[in-house]
Nanobody
Framework: QVQLVESGGGLVQTGGSLRLSCAAS????????MGWFRQSPGREREFVAA????????VYADSVKDRFIISRDNAKDTMYLQMNSLRPEDTAVYYC???????????????????WGQGTQVTVSS
């Protein structure tokens, strides 16, 4: 059973930075893509970024490109989301997700995902 546990959320001022972590367990993730999503009140959950676990191919939403960096540490079975130049509109609950995905889709895969974490709140004050 795949388990995903997020951490690292909190309150930060506009322009600040936060790093989220997602600890994964339950199986080998070599054929998996892992992603970050976010959801704010009254809005649908939206894709943020994804990374292929084996070789680290990444894809980003346009809204976070050049500000956020997704990465993973295979030895620790942990994925990260480094968030820089944060804006009030980045305020949301951030979720990590994982699914087994064919190699040919790694460079653009944004979902759907089978496994989800419980979420961590990020609040950016103006």
């Amino acid at each position: 059973q795949v388990q995903l546990v997020e951490s690292g959320g909190g309150l930060v001022q506009t322009g600040g930075s936060l790093r989220l972590s997602c600890a994964a367990s339950g199986r080998s993730f070599d054929t998996y893509v892992m992603g970050w999503f976010r959801q704010s009140p009254g809005r649908e959950r939206e894709f943020v970024a994804a990374v292929s676990w084996n070789v680290g191919i990444t894809v980003y939403a346009d809204s976070v490109k050049d500000r956020f960096i997704i990465s993973r540490d295979n030895a620790k079975d942990t994925m990260y989301l480094q968030m820089n130049s944060l804006r009030p509109e980045d305020t949301a609950v951030y979720y990590c997700a994982a699914d087994q995905v064919s190699v040919r889709r790694w460079s653009y895969y944004q979902g759907p995902y089978a496994y989800w974490g419980q979420g961590t709140q990020v609040t950016v004050s103006s």
